[in-house]
């Protein structure tokens, strides 16, 4: 009942930047708290970034503090990512997840989209 589906996805250089975009669908009139994840073949999915359903407050994580930002716009029903430096390391397949509850943890998240890849060159 809650749908997401990712874009921007593609292949960037080192140093590069990239934005990525999520928009979701089903239950309108709830406005969910927002995450993004990543994960590359071989390691687990690894929380990125999530922000609070009106936007006010934003999580990172450490590995990507200072470089990524995460937006939302509600009218839009849509949540960006804006990549910026972005390294070899940050090649993964990136999620887009809704929840009930702000939060960093992944079994917290109950609705996720099908995932865009993002692939940093040297």
């Known amino acids: 009942q809650v749908q997401l589906v990712e874009s921007g996805g593609g292949l960037v250089q080192s140093g590069g930047s990239l934005r990525l975009s999520c928009a979701r669908s089903?239950?309108?009139?709830?406005?969910?708290?927002m995450g993004w994840f990543r994960q590359a073949p071989g390691k687990e999915r690894e929380f990125v970034a999530a922000?609070?359903?009106?936007?006010?407050?934003?999580y990172y994580a450490d590995s990507v503090k200072g470089r990524f930002t995460i937006s939302r716009d509600n009218a839009k029903n849509t949540v960006d990512l804006q990549m910026n430096s972005v390294k070899p390391e940050d090649t993964a397949t990136y999620y887009c997840?809704?929840?009930?509850?702000?939060?960093?943890?992944?079994?917290?998240?109950?609705?996720w989209g099908q995932g865009t890849q993002v692939t940093v060159s040297s």
């Open positions: 089903g239950r309108a009139f709830t406005t969910y708290h």
């Open positions: 922000i609070s359903g009106e936007g006010t407050i934003t």
């Open positions: 997840a809704a929840s009930g509850v702000l939060v960093t943890r992944e079994d917290g998240y109950p609705y």
